[in-house]
């Protein structure tokens, strides 16, 4: 079965990863902020999902079509800056009667199914997360040690149970913020700016990387 330094050394690349910032870390700091801790979750529910999802795409094999083919994995960067773009646009975009009134409920917040939507695409169009299910994971599995799927979904557990965790204690973090900013539109202003700015920046990032899944 899997070995323990396997399990450590995918613990610490999981680590390293979602104290990285990304769209991730990004999306749920500025959802748990502008909306609440309750929001938060949701949208982390979302984002723990499309984990599960590359889980059992690797534990399937289905990962390796990144691998056979180049452009699949260009289109994904290419999908996930265009919806950063827009989340950006929604973070910026003129409101009539100002972010106070939004945060008051006088405007509509997102429901909880959309929340949950937003955090499952912006997962799965995390690049991120694809590199680490395509390219990292499978350099810690051993042929010789038994089924590779189970391997997979042992270590990909791993990654997941240490990124929903770090991941929450951002959530429950930044919730806590969002009471003192509700009382604070200009400062709320500010954030939504800066997170706007900060996911049109990772958006052009994506565009730019030229980095591709290595082979197994």
């Not at 959802?31 to 499309?50: D, F, M, N, P, Y």
């Amino acid at each position: 079965m899997v070995s323990g330094s396997a399990v450590l050394g995918v613990a610490l690349v999981a680590l390293t990863l979602v104290l990285t910032p990304g769209p991730n870390m990004v999306y749920l700091l500025s959802r748990s902020i502008t909306q609440g801790r309750r929001a938060g979750l949701i949208s982390l529910a979302g984002v723990g999902t499309g984990f599960l999802v590359y889980l059992l795409a690797a534990a399937a094999g289905l990962a390796a079509v990144f691998v056979a083919v180049p452009a699949a994995y260009t289109a994904l960067k290419i999908l996930g800056a265009a919806y950063l773009l827009y989340l950006a646009w929604q973070a910026i975009r003129p409101r009539p009667a100002g972010i106070r009134k939004s945060l008051g409920g006088e405007l509509p917040v997102d429901r909880p199914a959309r929340l949950f939507l937003m955090g499952l695409v912006t997962n799965l169009l995390n690049p991120k997360i694809a590199i680490l299910y395509v390219s990292i994971l499978p350099q810690f599995i051993d042929t010789e040690r038994g089924s590779v799927a189970a391997q997979s979904l042992v270590l990909g557990a791993t990654q997941v149970a240490i990124a929903l965790t770090v991941n929450a204690a951002i959530v429950l973090f930044a919730g806590a913020l969002h009471g003192m900013l509700a009382a604070r539109p200009r400062w709320v202003d500010i954030q939504r700016y800066m997170m706007g700015t900060v996911l049109g920046g990772l958006a052009v990032w994506l565009l730019a990387d030229r980095s591709r899944p290595l082979a197994a």
